[in-house]
Nanobody
Framework: QVQLVESGGGLVQAGGSLTLSCAAS????????MYWYRQAPGKQRELVAS???????SYADSAEGRFTISRDNAQNLMYLQMNSLKPEDTAVYYC?????????????????WGQGTQVTVSS
């Protein structure tokens, strides 16, 4: 069983920077696609960024140009570098990992979530 733990959240002023980390234990994330999600009070959880096992990266429009997702498979870590933060970035940020195991009979997907870390951006 893979366990994910986020860290690095906190309070920062608008325009500032923050780096979130996601540490995995119980298994290697080398074959997983990794995601950062966030959820603000009263809103749906939304995808912020993703990075595949091969290093293909995508961002939500709101994150493009300001956020950078990266991974260190040797250390079993994923990061989200956030620059030029805005009050609307305030949310709980979650780490997510997914992998599909294909057999002749079926495709089984495994998904893991972290507990979340709070990011608050003040104006």
């Amino acid at each position: 069983q893979v366990q994910l733990v986020e860290s690095g959240g906190g309070l920062v002023q608008a325009g500032g920077s923050l780096t979130l980390s996601c540490a995995a234990s119980g298994g290697s994330l080398g074959s997983f696609t990794m995601y950062w999600y966030r959820q603000a009070p009263g809103k749906q959880r939304e995808l912020v960024a993703s990075i595949t096992s091969g290093g293909t990266i995508s961002y939500a429009d709101s994150a493009e140009g300001r956020f950078t997702i990266s991974r260190d498979n040797a250390q079993n870590l994923m990061y989200l570098q956030m620059n030029s933060l805005k009050p609307e970035d305030t949310a709980v940020y979650y780490c997510n990992a997914k992998v599909q195991v294909a057999t002749i009979e079926r495709v089984t997907e495994f998904e893991y979530w972290g507990q979340g870390t709070q990011v608050t951006v003040s104006s």
